[in-house]
């Protein structure tokens, strides 16, 4: 040894030591506080409040028996075309149906692109989308028709 370890050496290491360990937290702090922005809904009181009518519409697509089979391709050009194959509860296609949908990135809701989904043959709708990244995406699929409460969605994952 080269020294004696009094009181003030401890005392100095140990300072060092937790000043080291606060700083490191509060550099933890300042990365989760500025990249992180907490809910993902807008308005999550306003969610709860209507989760009523979400179940009711639930159960009316269920007695419907309506469902949709949903896929994702990349095209050559770079762009993905989100598919969506909707049939009633005969099994034939659904078609002249208002759909609407979103293709949402799952942790960053300013990655979403809306889907402007058109019928390119009978209950067969297609959406192509620029600037998407490689990954796990979802496709949220709504219909806007009053008599046919439709929603469908499906996690994905792009190449």
Do not use: C
């Not at 506080?33 to 269920?62: C, H, I, N």
């Not at 390119?120 to 699929?141: C, F, I, K, N, S």
Request: net charge neutral; hydrophobic share 40%.
């Amino acid at each position: 040894m080269t020294g004696e370890l009094t009181g003030r050496g401890v005392l100095a290491w140990l300072s060092a030591f937790f000043l080291a360990i606060m700083a490191v937290n509060a550099y933890f702090v300042y990365a989760a506080v500025s990249t992180f922005r907490g809910e993902d809904e807008q308005k999550p009181y306003l969610q709860g409040v209507e989760y009523g009518q979400t179940l009711a519409r639930r159960a009316e697509q269920k007695r419907l028996g309506w469902t949709a089979t949903i896929g994702a391709e990349r095209l050559p050009s770079g762009d993905v075309r989100v598919n969506i194959a909707l049939r009633d509860s005969k099994g034939a296609p659904a078609h002249d149906m208002a759909l609407s949908g979103e293709l949402r990135h799952p942790t960053d809701e300013t990655r979403d692109h809306p889907l402007r989904l058109i019928e390119l043959r009978t209950g067969q709708y297609v959406a192509e989308v620029a600037g998407v990244g490689p990954g796990a995406w979802d496709v949220v699929v709504t219909s806007s028709a009053k008599d046919t409460p439709f929603e469908a969605s499906r996690r994905l994952w792009v190449r």
